[in-house]
């Protein structure tokens, strides 16, 4: 969903962030906070936390009629977040790896 959404940690849109990265000082800092993101990711059980929050509105949203999506959207989208989880820490770390 961050690519959807036109977000990305090598290209940033905030004036501070574009001026970070292109500082070798500033990247460094950056480098070691997005290292330690990553470890946190990888050190969360973040698919039982999906299951576990899953598991509590999944039923709610199975009875909102206000809810502007189908079980199915829902599902697939739950499917999106957990393939994410699964690569986000290693994707970062390739790109980190690649960087000049």
Request: with cysteine.
């Amino acid at each position: 969903m961050a690519t959807e959404w036109d977000s990305d940690w090598w290209e940033p849109r905030g004036r501070l962030a574009q001026a970070c990265l292109a500082d070798a000082r500033c990247l460094l800092g950056f480098e070691a906070v997005a290292r330690r993101a990553a470890d946190a990711m990888e050190a969360a059980d973040l698919d039982a936390e999906l299951d576990a929050v899953d598991a509590l509105v999944r039923p709610e949203l199975a009875t909102d009629p206000r809810w502007e999506c189908t079980l199915e959207e829902h599902d697939t989208e739950v499917e999106w977040l957990r393939g994410w989880i699964a690569g986000a820490s290693a994707v970062q770390r390739a790109r980190w790896a690649a960087s000049p």
